[in-house]
């Protein structure tokens, strides 16, 4: 199987991750994004980037490579702010926040996987072997 079909198949997925988000509140995909109405962006982003790799085909492994790259700093900012936050929560009693969710390693997973397939696709193609 191609690499450009497998990004298909992932960006083409996106409404299954965001029905898994929305009817069981797991939000596997976009877990680095608390607010829904962010989420809900975020998904409209994804599906756009399916539609834009089935306009583009050539532009797959780039695409895939920006939009996971985006979704990893998303995922790594979610996990660090609460950490940032320790101190004041300690100082002020609150409880200690979250810093990792099953669902923000599911999403770390995923995504961890899709930038480094893209990120072995791109250099495989410009070394010139597949």
């Given at each position: 199987?191609?690499a450009?079909?497998?990004f ?7 409404p299954?991750f ?11 995909r976009?877990?680095?994004i ?15 980037c399916?539609v ?6 050539v ?14 700093f ?10 940032f ?10 409880p ?11 999403n770390?997973i995923?995504?961890?996987?899709i ?5 072995h696709?791109?250099?495989?193609s ?5």
């Amino acid at each position: 199987m191609q690499a450009n079909h497998i990004f298909r198949i992932y960006y083409l997925g996106t409404p299954l991750f965001m029905l898994a988000d929305y009817l069981l509140g797991f939000p596997m995909r976009v877990a680095g994004i608390e607010e829904p109405g962010l989420r809900l962006i975020y998904y409209l982003f994804c599906i756009g980037c399916a539609v834009a790799l089935w306009l583009w085909p050539v532009r797959t492994i780039l695409l895939a490579l920006a939009e996971s790259s985006i979704n990893i700093f998303l995922l790594i900012y979610s996990v660090m702010a609460p950490i940032f936050h320790l101190g004041s929560a300690l100082t002020s009693g609150e409880p200690m926040p979250e810093t990792i969710t099953s669902a923000g390693l599911i999403n770390f997973i995923i995504t961890g996987g899709i930038l480094a397939f893209g990120f072995h696709s791109i250099t495989s193609s410009l070394q010139g072997t597949k």
